[in-house]
C-alpha cells in the first residue's frame, strides 16, 4: 500500500521569518516612542504669574543674619547695625523679627565655639525653626 501525499495548500505559499517581522514591529514601536512628544503643549501650561493677585502674594523674606564677631576681649552679635553682646540680649532682639525666612548665624573664625553654640540657641529661643550656621573666616 502506498501512501499517497497530497498538496497542502499552505505549503505551496511560502512561509513567512517571524524573527524579521519581529524586528520590524519592534523597530516601530521604538520609532513611534522616540519620536512621540508626550509634553503638553507651551501655551496650555499653566502660568506661575497670577495678575489677579498680584500684590497680595507672601512676599519673599530674606533670612535675618546674625554677625558673631570678637571686640577685643569680649564677643559682639550684630543684627544690621544693632550689637549686643549677650545671648539673652539677642534672643530678646530676634524675638522682635519675622520668623518665616529663618536666621544665618555668621561666626568668624576668631570667636570662641561658645559664642556660636550661644548665638544658636538664641534663635531657637527666639522661635526660629530654620537656623543655619555660616563659617565667615577671618577678613584680614
Do not use: C, W
Not at 51 to 64: D, I, K
Not at 111 to 126: L, R, T, Y
Amino acid at each position: 500500500m502506498r501512501l499517497v501525499r497530497r498538496a497542502n495548500p499552505s505549503n505551496r505559499m511560502g512561509a513567512l521569518p517571524m524573527t524579521s517581522m519581529i524586528d520590524v514591529v519592534f523597530l516601530l514601536l521604538i520609532f513611534f516612542l522616540v519620536t512621540a512628544n508626550f509634553s503638553e503643549r507651551e501655551d496650555r501650561l499653566a502660568s506661575t504669574i497670577q495678575s489677579e493677585h498680584a500684590g497680595t502674594g507672601v512676599q519673599e523674606l530674606q533670612p535675618q543674619i546674625v554677625s558673631v564677631e570678637p571686640a577685643g576681649r569680649h564677643v559682639v552679635f550684630r543684627i544690621g547695625d544693632r550689637a549686643v553682646q549677650t545671648s539673652a540680649a539677642l534672643r530678646a532682639l530676634l524675638e522682635q523679627l519675622p520668623k518665616e525666612a529663618g536666621v544665618a548665624i555668621r561666626v568668624d573664625d576668631r570667636v570662641p565655639i561658645q559664642a556660636a553654640a550661644s548665638a544658636m540657641q538664641a534663635a531657637h529661643d527666639a522661635g526660629f525653626e530654620k537656623r543655619t550656621y555660616v563659617p565667615a573666616g577671618n577678613d584680614n
